[in-house]
């Protein structure tokens, strides 16, 4: 498959941008804070602390060919989960199959329950045939509410209008409640390695198992994600991308980026900035650190967002993903400068356009140019994003691979659940009369 890739950081050296760029000397004054980073990192992976850097060396994906066989005959997929647990195999399906897949396909329609909004559920089941349907329940704990709550909905209406509704459902859990239903009941059900984190996890049966059952080439997703690993443990900080695009952003948060805008030029990425937004924002978010992720797709955000990264607080670095193939293009004729020019030329001089404005006004920008986005493509930038957060969370000297500040939230919402007011679970009222506007 076709995988050549590339990084490139010009556009945010000090020999491009002048102070508000990478000085020159900027990698060599923190070149022993970069090697025990590196270090630090590697010391956990040969801890066994680091799951997602053995992921993408698993050879045997025969249980993932057998599930891709069982569901040949189903026409619908519904995928219920949250965050890591969902964005992974969305992000990995649209970025391949496209954004109207379900549209035109005569294969399986794939719908993604990825929140506790009642109108989106109803919808989703009120559009599949539940006979023909097949569920996937994924959740690393296996207690996550919303992906419960969905779960016990889809299957009280498999259990009231089917016959032997066990053989439409998979379950990827190692807790919680979700593994004991499956246990209990009989489902098919997958492990996550515990060493995985939940928004590293899409090359854990997490993503594979139901990306197995869509048509994605899940082989191709790993070999570009080990093709990657292969840069990625380069201790030369100039030939491992992960690594200097990690070092960029770090230094440059240090001169006050702490916005990073992750722009894909094509509208099937969008979703990997989803990904991405999670990944970056949960895993660098700590101890009062962090940098705010930011997706914006090209070129339709040049007319929303651009005015605010152009003359806007200089606290961004911008980050292009650039695809230099479509799968399909259309010729534009009968206009002035536009004509015989294919569409692809308009996005592509856009792209181009955007990031010479950027960099005209000092604005650091990165660019991954991607000849065509493929699953071995897909596979190399999921790998290198991954392993860039897991090198910044080292950097910033915070755990990348945890999130005990969500959990309040997760507690309150239990026990209002169980009757108790917000008032009594937190001591403040957050509806207080002399603050508040009709309207
Ligand atoms: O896979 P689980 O355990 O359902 O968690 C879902 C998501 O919720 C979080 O724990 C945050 O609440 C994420 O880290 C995780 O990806």
């Given at each position: 498959?076709?995988?050549?890739?590339?990084?490139?950081?010009?556009?945010?050296?000090?020999?491009?941008?002048?102070n508000?760029?990478?000085?020159?000397?900027?990698?060599?004054?923190?070149?022993?804070?970069?090697?025990?980073?590196?270090?630090?990192?590697?010391?956990?992976?040969?801890?066994?602390?680091?799951?997602?850097?053995?992921?993408?060396?698993?050879?045997?994906?025969t249980?993932?060919?057998?599930?891709?066989?069982?569901?040949?005959?189903?026409?619908?997929?519904?995928?219920?989960?949250?965050?890591?647990?969902?964005?992974?195999?969305?992000?990995?399906?649209?970025?391949?199959?496209?954004?109207?897949?379900?549209?035109h396909?005569?294969?399986?329609?794939?719908?993604?329950?990825?929140?506790?909004?009642?109108?989106?559920?109803?919808?989703?089941?009120?559009?599949?045939?539940?006979?023909?349907?097949?569920?996937?329940?994924?959740?690393?704990?296996?207690?996550?509410?919303?992906?419960?709550?969905?779960?016990?909905?889809?299957?009280?209406?498999?259990?009231?209008?089917?016959?032997?509704y066990?053989?439409?459902?998979?379950?990827?859990?190692?807790?919680?409640?979700?593994?004991?239903?499956a246990?209990?009941?009989?489902?098919?059900?997958?492990?996550?390695?515990?060493?995985?984190?939940?928004?590293?996890?899409?090359?854990?049966?997490?993503?594979?198992?139901?990306?197995?059952?869509?048509?994605?080439?899940?082989?191709?997703?790993?070999?570009?994600?080990?093709?990657?690993?292969?840069?990625?443990?380069?201790?030369?900080?100039?030939?491992?991308?992960?690594?200097?695009?990690?070092?960029?952003?770090?230094?440059?948060?240090?001169?006050?980026?702490?916005?990073?805008?992750?722009?894909?030029?094509?509208?099937?990425?969008?979703?990997?900035?989803?990904?991405?937004?999670?990944?970056?924002?949960?895993?660098?978010?700590?101890?009062?650190?962090?940098?705010?992720?930011?997706?914006?797709?090209?070129?339709?955000?040049?007319?929303?967002?651009?005015?605010?990264?152009?003359?806007?607080?200089?606290?961004?670095?911008?980050?292009?993903?650039?695809?230099?193939?479509?799968?399909?293009?259309?010729?534009?004729?009968?206009?002035?400068?536009?004509?015989?020019?294919?569409?692809?030329?308009?996005?592509?001089?856009?792209?181009?356009?955007?990031?010479?404005?950027?960099?005209?006004?000092?604005?650091?920008?990165?660019?991954?140019?991607i000849?065509e986005?493929n699953?071995?493509?897909?596979?190399?930038?999921?790998?290198?994003?991954?392993?860039?957060?897991?090198?910044?969370?080292?950097?910033?000297?915070?755990?990348?691979?945890?999130?005990?500040?969500?959990?309040?939230?997760?507690?309150?919402?239990?026990?209002?659940?169980?009757?108790?007011?917000?008032?009594?679970?937190?001591?403040?009222k957050?509806?207080?009369?002399?603050?508040?506007?009709?309207?």
């Open positions: 498959m076709k995988g050549k890739c590339l990084f490139n950081y010009t556009n945010a050296m000090e020999k491009t941008i002048g508000d760029g990478v000085l020159s000397t900027d990698i060599e004054h923190i070149k022993n804070e970069i090697e025990e980073s590196y270090n630090r990192l590697f010391k956990k992976y040969e801890n066994k602390e680091l799951g997602f850097m053995d992921l993408i060396y698993q050879k045997d994906l249980t993932y060919n057998e599930l891709k066989k069982y569901s040949k005959d189903f026409e619908y997929i519904i995928i219920i989960g949250m965050g890591g647990s969902i964005l992974g195999a969305q992000m990995v399906y649209e970025a391949i199959k496209g954004i109207y897949y379900n549209e396909t005569t294969n399986k329609k794939v719908y993604f329950l990825d929140n506790s909004d009642p109108e989106k559920t109803f919808e989703v089941l009120n559009l599949v045939d539940l006979e023909k349907t097949l569920v996937f329940a994924i959740s690393k704990s296996g207690n996550t509410a919303e992906t419960i709550a969905n779960f016990l909905i889809v299957r009280d209406r498999l259990k009231n209008n089917i016959k032997n066990v053989k439409n459902i998979v379950i990827v859990a190692n807790d919680g409640m979700l593994r004991e239903m246990e209990k009941e009989g489902y098919m059900l997958f492990d996550v390695p515990k060493n995985v984190g939940g928004r590293f996890s899409v090359l854990s049966a997490v993503g594979l198992a139901p990306l197995s059952c869509m048509g994605i080439n899940i082989e191709m997703l790993l070999n570009g994600a080990r093709d990657m690993d292969k840069l990625c443990k380069n201790k030369d900080i100039f030939k491992n991308p992960a690594l200097m695009n990690a070092v960029i952003h770090y230094i440059l948060y240090n001169k006050g980026k702490t916005v990073a805008v992750l722009m894909p030029y094509i509208e099937r990425l969008h979703k990997f900035g989803m990904w991405y937004r999670q990944l970056w924002g949960e895993s660098l978010g700590k101890d009062g650190k962090g940098q705010t992720p930011v997706v914006s797709v090209g070129a339709k955000d040049q007319h929303s967002q651009l005015q605010l990264y152009l003359e806007g607080p200089k606290d961004k670095i911008i980050t292009f993903l650039r695809v230099n193939k479509f799968k399909n293009d259309l010729i534009i004729k009968n206009s002035n400068y536009l004509s015989g020019h294919n569409l692809s030329e308009l996005l592509l001089s856009e792209q181009e356009g955007t990031e010479a404005s950027l960099t005209s006004r000092n604005v650091p920008n990165v660019s991954i140019v000849d986005l699953e071995y493509t897909l596979g190399k930038l999921i790998y290198l994003y991954e392993m860039q957060t897991a090198f910044m969370g080292e950097l910033l000297k915070i755990n990348a691979f945890n999130q005990p500040a969500v959990e309040d939230g997760k507690r309150i919402t239990r026990e209002l659940l169980r009757g108790k007011s917000i008032e009594e679970l937190t001591g403040f957050s509806y207080d009369k002399n603050y508040i506007i009709e309207m």
